[in-house]
């Protein structure tokens, strides 16, 4: 991941167009069209050998005859140039380029990447409409007409996309801050420009066309990073597999999932929309209307049904509408007639006029029980709807004097009537509607966004504890069966392996011989009413499809007999395969459990998935399932049952006791462990999990394994918990210490840590002696992305208590890295902000990150000289000489001097 130069693609002070051309039509006649008459302040300069001139603006012959290297070069020559004009670009000191030129084969694209490479040349395209920054009037496209300026960025992987939303938003009075046509991606991509958006202060919401993701991993860092600080809303096609095959051969990339894509783009915080109206609905709340602190919705109408279509599809999406509060209703009583509805929707009656609707919009604006207000209006004879516009405008204009803005959505309906209402309300930033249905779908994106970030910042659940972990036990069974050359592993393994890593499952006995069989089912049956009795074989996966699995055995000569023939059947429909023996279990029996599956695959694109829903012999044909991507913790096992419709079941109903959901949660807790610490696990079913309230257990099992060595595993697209960073240390001053990177789970330690970190320290390290506690802030201390970001927390020997931590933040490049270190201050002098610097230090080595860097207060005499001592330079920060700036080159490894006393 880097955003090395995309500062020059995203805001050049010269640009050059190589491939411009005078023939009408073109794309070099268009793109230099649209680069002299965008409004752009800097230099833009025509590249073409064959020309002098074009449009009476000179023509060079070449970039190396340019008055100097452009900040930006647009490449609209022939796909077999394309190599050659990047290296002359490079050669030449530019560092970003537009690459319009579709065509290029795998060849030329290689090449090409090849020529921009040492320099860090960046790449948008090839087969890219352009770019387009309305803010600075630069227009590198061939878009037939120029955005308005705003403060939305779209990012598109389809050009004929960009120039519909162009259109569509001119008509509306939405602007852009950034256009960027995507095509291909040979280099920038979704997890480039993401990351640069995340702190671009021009663009205050990010819309994404997505039709496949590259770099999955990267993907998912810079969309987290991104849906911290403001809304990004996706819209990606291939939903379906006709869609999917489509959309794969346009961008020549595997498409994985789209269930997948889904549980990414929630885990990433993302809003999905499912088609262009959803898109431009979002487009429309995000550019006109402020921050939703709450989901509670109050509908004005003069129209009784549009009000209640309204709230009907509002109760579609689970939304909520507002309960008045009493002092409104007695507000509304005495501002309306006495034949409005009495309720929200709130009906005014179809002979309302402008001073009702102003009387009823102040009152509601003020409502302390609602977040939002949507109002309706349905033309009549009666009064005016422009007149009513007006009205809910002026009420507007006045609240926002005296209370937080509200957001407030319209739907003038009608058609001709409607059409300078909605002109007036766009001059306004107000988002207007066509329909009572648009307007609700439009509210829901704000409703998602902000459930979307409680999300993100949720506290999690403490997990397992990692000793009960086996994982040397799970990886010999496995290495045992790849030994053997066998990929699937037999249900007896596959259970070991699942017990290995604390999964309960049903007692599994092998039997070589149906005399053995006879024996252990003798055994079981003193002990159960009944057994069951399973084939036992490498060629086999699926028992029950030739009759391998048998239920309710009751008598061992039964047992013997089903033993029997269930050979003489195996033989008779897989002659080919190979009968090792039979498994024998207690038949487990438990009346109105639920049966579940647990499930993980590799997905083309994200790599590791797991799988949760209704399971059982039918689980193909129910299709309740959800995905999630793996690591997870308690809260997002949670999120990821809340998806399927069985969890409805699992929660409890009418006199039926809810299923043991912590159980349940922890068993896909302990599958997301095994995932990340076995890479050759490629696929895992648990089919059926038995749950209901007294617990759960796997009934059966199969896993699919492979040698990474000789077939690696796509990565985890989320960097798991880096547990080999863990250490236990005993300190000479202060005792046994537990060191580890932060979890999620540690923000409940913190209100006591801060508590003993007096104000000057606190001072000391956030330069401010209050800083925010909020849960907000903490989760974002706790909630690290482990692929950009590190903290190292000290803790007690129970662990119940947080003695200090180290930070590092990494930036997008992954060269730099900023730290920052506190401990509680009746623990300063016994060594731990010493162990916790030396630890974060050898962390940034491993990494191979080049330089960790640090700012302190000059009066922080203390850090300073534990810097010193750690090999810091120390220098004071030429643009502030209150701050000191300690900085290591991690390059080598210098010997430490002598840990301060």
């Known amino acids: 991941m880097t955003i090395r130069n995309l500062d020059l693609l995203f805001s050049p002070s010269s640009i050059a167009l190589i491939g411009a051309s005078p023939q009408a039509g073109s794309v070099g006649r268009i793109v230099a069209s649209n680069l002299r008459t965008g409004g752009f302040a800097g230099d833009v300069w025509l590249v073409n050998p064959r020309h002098q001139s074009i449009d009476g603006a000179p023509c060079f012959a070449s970039v190396s005859a340019l008055p100097r290297a452009p900040e930006l070069a647009v490449v609209a020559t022939p796909p077999q140039t394309s190599p050659g004009v990047i290296a002359d670009l490079a050669r030449h000191g530019t560092r970003a380029a537009v690459v319009i030129t579709a065509g290029l084969d795998r060849d030329l694209r290689t090449r090409m ?32 007409c120029m955005p308005l300026k705003g403060d939305l960025a779209f990012l598109s992987q389809s050009g004929a996309l960009v120039t519909a939303v162009i259109d569509w938003a001119n008509g509306r009075g939405i602007g852009f801050s950034k256009v960027v046509s995507m095509g291909e991606m040979a280099d920038v991509d979704f997890g480039d420009t ?43 096609s291939g939903r379906h597999e006709a869609g999917a095959k489509a959309a794969a051969s346009h961008t020549g990339a595997l498409s994985g999932s789209d269930a997948v894509y889904n549980a990414a783009f929630r885990r990433a915080g993302l809003v999905r929309v499912n088609d262009l109206d959803g898109l431009f609905e979002a487009a429309e709340m995000l550019s006109f209307t402020p921050h939703l602190v709450g989901e509670r919705l109050a509908i004005l109408t003069n ?102 803005k509200k957001p407030v959505l319209t739907n003038w309906l009608g058609d001709g009537a409607a059409a300078e209402s909605r002109r007036r309300f766009a001059e306004a930033r107000i988002p207007s509607f066509e329909t009572p249905a648009s307007a609700i779908d439009g509210f829901m994106q704000l409703v998602r966004y902000r459930r979307s970030q409680d999300e993100l910042m949720r506290t999690p659940p403490a997990g397992p504890k990692e000793a009960v972990f086996d994982r040397d036990r799970a990886r010999e069974v496995i290495v ?4 053997r050359g066998q990929p699937m592993l037999t249900e007896f393994e596959a259970k070991a392996v699942l017990m290995a890593y604390g999964v309960p499952v049903a007692e599994t006995i092998f039997c070589a011989d149906a005399d053995t069989v006879t024996a252990r089912a003798e055994e079981i049956l003193t002990r159960y ?35 029997r023939s269930m050979a003489a059947e195996i033989q008779r429909v897989r002659p080919d395969a190979r009968l090792d023996g039979w498994v024998v279990e207690p038949m487990i029996e438990r009346p109105g459990a639920h049966e579940l599956i647990v499930g993980m695959s590799e997905d083309a694109t994200f790599g590791p998935t797991i799988l949760f829903g209704a399971g059982g012999v039918a689980v193909e044909v129910i ?116 060191v580890r990177p932060i979890r999620p789970e540690d923000e409940a330690l913190y209100e006591q840590f801060f508590a003993n970190v007096t104000a000057e320290d606190m001072h000391m390290r956030f330069f401010t002696a209050k800083p925010d506690r909020s849960h907000r802030f903490v989760a974002r201390l706790t909630q690290i992305d482990y692929a950009r970001e590190m903290a190292f927390v000290a803790l007690s020997e129970a662990g119940d208590k947080l003695l200090g931590v180290a930070r590092l933040s990494a930036d997008p490049d992954y060269t730099r890295a900023e730290y920052a270190v506190l401990v509680r201050s009746d623990l300063k002098g016994k060594g731990l ?6 630890h974060l230090i050898a962390y940034a080595r491993e990494e191979g990150l080049g330089t960790l860097f640090g700012q302190m207060l000059a009066t922080n005499t203390t850090m300073i000289e534990m810097c010193r001592a750690l090999n810091f330079s120390v220098e004071p920060d030429p643009d502030d000489q209150t701050l000191r700036r300690a900085t290591l080159p991690l390059g080598s490894v210098p010997a430490l001097q002598g840990r301060p006393g």
Request: hydrophobic share 45%; net charge neutral.
């Open 113 to 144: 990447l090849e020529a921009a490479r040492p320099t860090c040349l960046r790449i948008l395209g090839p087969n890219c409409i352009g770019l387009i920054l309305p803010r600075l009037g630069i227009n590198a496209s061939f878009a037939h």
């Open 194 to 236: 993401l990351d640069y958006l995340a702190g671009d202060p021009e663009s205050r919401a990010i819309l994404l066309y997505v039709e496949q993701v590259t770099h999955a991993a990267k993907f998912m860092s810079a969309a987290r990073r991104a849906a911290r600080v403001k809304p990004v809303i996706v819209l990606k």
């Open 303 to 404: 129209g009784g049904g549009a009000g209640v279509l309204a709230a009907d599809r509002l109760e579609d999406y689970d939304g909520t509408l507002a309960e008045i509060a009493p002092t409104t209703m007695q507000a509304l009583n005495a501002a309306l007639p006495a034949t409005w509805s009495k309720g929200n929707p709130i009906d005014i009656i179809g002979d309302a006029g402008p001073d009702r609707y102003e009387a009823a919009m102040k009152i509601l604006l003020e409502d302390p029980a609602s977040d939002a207000v949507l109002v309706i209006n349905c033309p009549t004879a009666l009064a005016s709807s422009e007149e009513a516009a007006a009205a809910v405008l002026k009420a507007v204009a006045g609240a926002s004097e005296r209370w937080p």
């Open 480 to 483: 045992g069966a790849l030994k």
């Open 529 to 563: 009413r009944a057994c069951v009795i399973k084939i036992h074989s490498d060629d086999i996966s699926h028992k029950s499809d030739v009759g391998g699995v048998r239920l309710g055995i009751m008598s061992a000569d039964e047992a013997r007999e089903v033993a």
């Open 623 to 738: 299709k309740d399932t959800a995905h999630a991507l793996p690591p997870l913790d308690g809260g997002l096992a949670r999120d990821l049952m809340r998806q399927t419709r069985i969890h409805r079941l699992l929660v409890g109903y009418r006199n039926r006791p809810a299923a043991d959901l912590d159980a349940i949660a922890d068993v896909l807790v302990r599958v997301s462990a095994l995932v990340g610490d076995l890479p050759e696990l490629r696929e895992l079913d648990i089919n059926p999990l038995i749950a209901d309230d007294k617990g759960c257990i796997a009934l059966d099992a199969r896993m699919r394994v492979a040698d990474p060595a000789l077939s690696p595993r796509r990565p985890m697209s989320i960097r798991p918990y880096p547990s080999a960073w863990e250490k236990d240390v005993t300190l000479p001053k202060l005792g046994p210490v537990h």
């Open 833 to 838: 902000g010493w162990l916790l610097m030396q």
